[in-house]
Structure formats: structure tokens, C-alpha cells
């Protein structure tokens, strides 16, 4: 008997099967994963390799010594990498403004006048309108009482801006209902003497009328060119309870804007310039008319020329090539909506600008793997080899899937890409990796939500959201409601929360159920339905995605609640039936690789 270890280094993920090879049958004895330990394909994947290959020896309650060899995937010889810009910079160069929410802004409608300090409040006269700012070192009471008093000089007060959370504490102590925004924090930087607006909606409704370019217009008596120039600052403002806007001097900010720039796709026979402002779809179809593709480039000095710059470094960095010797094989490109600061905003203000999204794919000069298994050997003593290609190896393991028969497709969703492969009834093996997967999808989920922390993003992916309605009812991603007999966990009330191995963790995030979920579905579609369209028409033997009949999602991102299901519809479409895979019946989509390597060996 001989004990064969298949071990799957992927990007993210190393996984190992194990079985035992009696009189030319394979018997399967465990399997186990663990994280990849660095870059795919360098010895820093050992430590990893050890430690997976430790877990299934003890769960086939064996010493690691009785491995007799020990077969690596020949990892394929493509790395990705992804960036994000927005299509444009906008820089608002007319007004200054404050849009943020904050949670309870007091008064209402909306106010127009002069700003001055509430310092100045004694020197105030008679018929003019003021917006008055109220800093923290002024306490709600004396804010109230000096407003009081001017308004019995009739001084003709429109609204307040206040840098203490005391909106509502003001407007309870005075006589008049004006608009008062709270909460900013940087109140010092307001220009006084310009001409201010304030709005405040009632509660549960939107402003209406500085969320509008023509209302804003209206208030600041701007030109036709003028208007033009705040539209991105009303857009900012849309769905706000509360704004402020201020008229700044011309000149204060000037405007700079970078262009978003052409991106360069050079194909076999012909080369096609796109503007990355037509948006991601223009550019999957422009990449289908030149493909296959040698090389992709974006025009110096622009927003893309940045982004692929950046790409080819990274990639450079990891493979120890010239950043000229990169040459980018595949690309995806996805649509954003991405939070951009506002220049000269003074409370962290930020509107959703449009944006790409692109994930690339470049094909290295053999990943060194010989060092890899040379490296196991030396640290463990075992036999290691260098065996079978990726794709032919997840077919193999995909095809243990029961009720599965050749032929077959598979689509592998990982990390960084996701990988098609067929096998035809007579064993021709064609395979395809297609830029961007799971890490794409965290990426596009970060940027829209406004996380900033990618490890949350992949939380968000993977578990189920629900809302705290009160302390007992929950509601679910899907809009059905749960009840509890006892009161939940004062802390998650009122919060959006992951359902996490059966816990509720609350998130820190200022988003709607709806918005969460939204962003997430689209972010899972646009990635991974696309890339299995189009890696299914690069493998099907005819061209035509319609001459494939049967699918087997493999791969750890074929384990998400939602990516199987969205699949499923999309190809539907064309007629394909799909479905995860089950590695020899009982792994779930995990483990092919790691299976196909076991399985062929043969002695
Ligand atoms: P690789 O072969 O590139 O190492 P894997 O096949 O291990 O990749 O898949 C890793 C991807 O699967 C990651 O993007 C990870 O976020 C995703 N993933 C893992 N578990 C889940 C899950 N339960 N739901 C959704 N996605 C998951
Ligand atoms: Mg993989």
C-alpha cells in the first residue's frame, strides 16, 4: 500500500487529499485545507503545505511519515491583480459644502443668509438674514439664550450650524423653527461673511431643494455655467436629511481634473482605444473583438494609464520581472460607485463618483515550483513531485462529483481567478483563467460600501445579513422576520448584523439592509457571472457557449450562498445545466484539485 498526498496550492487556499493506493485502486483516507502561506507558487507556501498536510495525517490517524509521495499542482503559471479608479476627479472649485447625515439635526426647512459666528452675534443689524456657526466652546444654553435675545432685537436669524451634537438642544430652548445642522467638525474652516444655506428635512424625509442643482442655483443666484459646476455637489447631497452650503470667494479652490484616459487593448490582429468612460461593458466587448489579447495598456498621465501602471509593478514585484516584461493577457472590468471625498467638504462629506474597476491576469515565465517541492522535501523528508496541470487535475476531481459524466465543463471559482476547463467524451482537455474572482468581489464590496477594510468585505460576502428591528425581531436579507421569546443583546439593537456560526456580530456601518445586500448581489454578479460566460465561450469546443451542456461549480467561492444561485440563472439562459460540485461525494466544490491528484497517479 502507498499513501499518496494531492496538495492544491491556490492564492488563497491550500488543500490536501489523501489516499491510500492499494493494488492499483485508490482509496480515500481524509483531506484537510489551511490558508496559503505567501505568494502562490514560492516557498513560502511550505510552512502552509506543512500544516494542511499535518491536519489530514492526523484525521487518517497517521503518522505524516507514511506519505509515500507527496504531488504539488503545477500551479498555473498566471498571476492577478486588481485596481480601482474613478472616471474622473471632480473638485468642486464654486461652493464649499456640508452634506453629511448627521444622526439628529434640529429644526426645519431651510434658511439663507450671511454666515457670522454666534460670537459676533452683538454686532449684528437689523435687515440682513444670518446663518449663525455655534462652536463647541459655546454651551447649548448660552447659544440659545444670546439667539433669544437677538431675535427680541430683531435680528433676523435663518439657521445654525453648530459643531456640538446640540442641534435638538437648541431648537427646544428658542422661539423659532429654523433649520440647524450639527456635528461639524471642522467649523473653524467656514469662510464667515459668505452667503450660507441651511436645510434640514423633518424626519423620515429628504431635503429637497439643496440636493437639487436648480434649487442651489436658485439660493446662490448662479449662472447657467455656475450651475453646471455644482451639480456634483447636489448629487453629494441627495438623500440627506440635512445640508449646508456655502458660497466660498472665487478662486478659493481651483479645479484640476485628471481625464480618465483610453486604455490601449492590443489583440492578435488588431488594436482597439477605449475611453474607460464608456463604462465597463464597452470595454468587455471592445477586449472580445481583439481577443486573444497580448497586452493591455492605459494612456500615460490619466486615471487608467495609472492603473495599469500599477498592475504591471505589483506583478513585477512578485515574479522578479521587469515591469516592461509584463504583458497583461486578461482583463475585467467592472463599474463602481465609489465614495470620493469632497474637496473642500469640512465634515468628511463624500458623493458616490462612477469609477472602473479592473482586475488583470498576466502569464509569468514558469511559476518556480521545483523549489517549492525541493524545499518540502528537504523540511519533511517525503517524496515530492511535480504532477498533473490545474485544470486537468479539477476536472479529474470534478468528474467524482456523483452523477457527473464526460463531457464535462468546470468552472473553478477562486481568489484571484476563476478557471474553466472541458473535457470532451474522447479526453481533449482545454482550459481557460479569466482575470478576477473573489478577491474582486471584496474589492468591489469595500469600495462601494465605504468599508476600508477588506477583511470585512469578505465577512460581508460569506454570511447571511440581517437587520435588529427591536429587541425581538430580526429581519432577514431575504425580508422574512424572525421572533424571539427573549430580548436580544441590547448592543446589536437597532444594527445590522452578520449571522456568523450561529451569532449575531453587529457592523459598524452606516448602510440599509437593502443597500448592503444590493451591493453585494451585483458585486458577485458582475464578476462571476460574466467571467463563467466568459471563460464557458473561450472552452466551448464550437465558440458558442450554447454547445455546452453540463457545468460543475468547483472552487472555494462556489461555497457562497449567492454566487451558485446566480449562476444557475444566468445560464439558464443559454440552456446549460449547472450545478456545485460534490468532490468524491462528500467535499462539497472543495477539494478537486487536491483530489485530480491523487486520483492520477497511477503507480
Ligand atoms: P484559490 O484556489 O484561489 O486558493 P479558493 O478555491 O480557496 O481559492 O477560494 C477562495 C475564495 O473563496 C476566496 O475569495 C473566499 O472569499 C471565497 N470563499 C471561501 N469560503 C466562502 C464562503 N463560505 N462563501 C463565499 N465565499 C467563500
Ligand atoms: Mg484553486
Do not use: W
Amino acid at each position: 500500500m502507498k499513501i499518496i498526498a494531492g496538495v492544491d496550492i491556490g492564492n488563497s487556499t491550500t488543500e490536501v487529499a489523501l489516499g491510500a493506493f492499494i493494488q492499483g485502486k485508490i482509496y480515500f483516507l481524509s483531506s484537510a485545507l489551511t490558508r496559503t502561506t505567501g505568494i502562490k507558487g514560492t516557498v513560502d507556501n511550505v510552512a502552509g503545505i506543512k500544516i494542511a498536510l499535518e491536519k489530514a495525517a492526523v484525521k487518517a490517524g497517521r503518522p505524516l511519515q507514511d506519505i509515500s509521495l507527496v504531488r504539488l499542482n503545477e500551479a498555473a503559471p498566471v498571476i492577478g491583480d486588481l485596481a480601482m479608479e474613478t472616471v474622473t476627479e471632480t473638485i468642486i472649485t464654486e461652493s464649499t459644502m456640508i452634506g453629511h447625515n448627521p444622526s439628529t439635526p434640529g429644526g426645519l426647512g431651510l434658511g439663507v443668509g450671511i454666515l457670522r459666528s454666534i460670537e459676533d452675534i452683538d454686532f449684528l443689524e437689523a435687515g440682513e438674514s444670518y446663518i449663525l456657526t455655534v462652536p463647541k466652546s459655546v454651551d447649548f444654553e448660552t447659544a440659545a439664550r444670546r439667539i433669544e435675545s437677538a431675535f427680541s432685537r430683531n435680528i433676523d436669524i435663518r439657521g445654525l450650524v453648530v459643531q456640538n451634537n446640540d442641534a435638538v438642544l437648541i431648537a427646544n430652548r428658542i422661539s423659532k423653527k429654523i433649520p440647524i445642522v450639527d456635528e461639524v467638525r471642522d467649523l473653524h474652516l467656514l469662510p464667515l461673511g459668505v452667503k450660507a444655506a441651511v436645510e434640514v428635512a423633518e424626519p423620515g424625509r429628504v431635503i429637497e431643494v439643496l440636493s437639487d442643482p436648480y434649487g442651489i442655483a436658485g439660493v446662490f443666484n448662479l449662472s447657467p455655467q455656475e450651475t453646471k459646476l455644482v451639480i456634483p455637489i447636489a448629487r453629494a447631497l441627495i438623500g440627506n436629511r440635512s445640508a449646508v452650503i456655502l458660497r466660498t470667494p472665487k478662486g478659493d479652490v481651483t479645479e484640476r481634473k485628471i481625464p480618465a484616459g483610453k486604455i490601449q487593448l492590443q489583440g492578435r490582429k488588431n488594436i482597439i482605444s477605449i475611453d474607460i468612460n464608456e463604462g465597463a461593458e464597452k470595454i468587455m466587448a471592445a477586449l472580445k473583438e481583439v481577443e486573444p489579447l497580448l497586452d493591455a495598456n492605459g494612456e500615460p498621465g490619466t486615471n487608467v494609464g495609472g492603473m495599469t501602471q500599477r498592475i504591471r509593478q505589483v506583478m513585477a514585484g512578485l515574479t522578479g520581472q521587469k515591469p516592461e516584461e509584463i504583458h497583461i493577457k486578461d482583463l475585467l472590468a467592472v463599474d463602481v460607485s465609489i465614495p470620493q471625498k469632497v474637496k473642500g467638504g469640512i465634515a468628511g462629506e463624500f458623493f458616490m463618483e462612477s469609477g472602473v474597476a479592473l482586475a488583470a491576469m498576466v502569464q509569468t515565465s514558469r511559476v518556480p515550483m521545483d523549489a517549492v517541492a525541493r524545499k518540502l522535501a528537504e523540511e519533511t523528508g517525503l517524496e515530492v513531485e511535480i504532477a498533473g496541470v490545474e485544470a486537468n487535475m479539477a476536472i479529474l476531481g470534478a468528474l467524482t462529483t456523483p452523477g457527473t459524466d464526460k463531457p464535462l465543463a468546470i468552472v473553478d471559482l477562486g481568489s484571484g481567478s476563476t478557471d474553466a476547463a472541458i473535457i470532451t467524451a474522447d479526453n481533449q482537455i482545454t482550459s481557460v483563467h479569466c482575470a478576477g474572482a473573489g478577491d474582486m468581489v471584496n474589492m468591489l464590496i469595500n469600495c462601494e460600501l465605504g468599508l476600508n477594510d477588506m477583511s470585512l468585505a469578505e465577512e460581508i460576502k460569506i454570511h447571511p445579513l440581517a437587520k435588529v428591528e427591536n429587541l425581538f425581531q430580526l429581519r432577514m436579507q431575504d425580508g422574512s422576520i424572525q421572533f424571539f421569546d427573549k430580548p436580544l443583546d441590547p448592543k446589536v439593537f437597532g444594527k445590522l448584523v452578520l449571522l456568523k456560526d450561529g451569532e449575531m456580530v453587529p457592523l459598524e456601518i452606516n448602510h440599509s439592509l437593502e443597500k448592503v445586500c444590493h451591493v453585494r448581489r451585483k458585486a458577485k454578479r458582475k464578476v462571476f457571472l460574466e467571467n463563467t460566460i466568459r471563460s464557458l465561450q473561450k472552452i466551448s469546443p464550437t465558440g458558442n457557449i450554447r454547445h455546452i451542456e453540463y457545468v460543475v461549480m468547483v472552487g472555494g467561492s462556489a461555497l457562497d450562498l449567492e454566487v451558485a444561485g446566480i449562476i444557475a440563472d444566468g445560464l439558464n439562459e443559454f440552456g446549460i445545466v449547472v450545478g456545485k460540485g460534490n468532490i468524491r461525494g462528500q467535499e462539497g466544490p472543495r477539494n478537486a484539485v487536491a483530489t485530480g491528484l491523487v486520483l492520477s497517479y497511477s503507480g
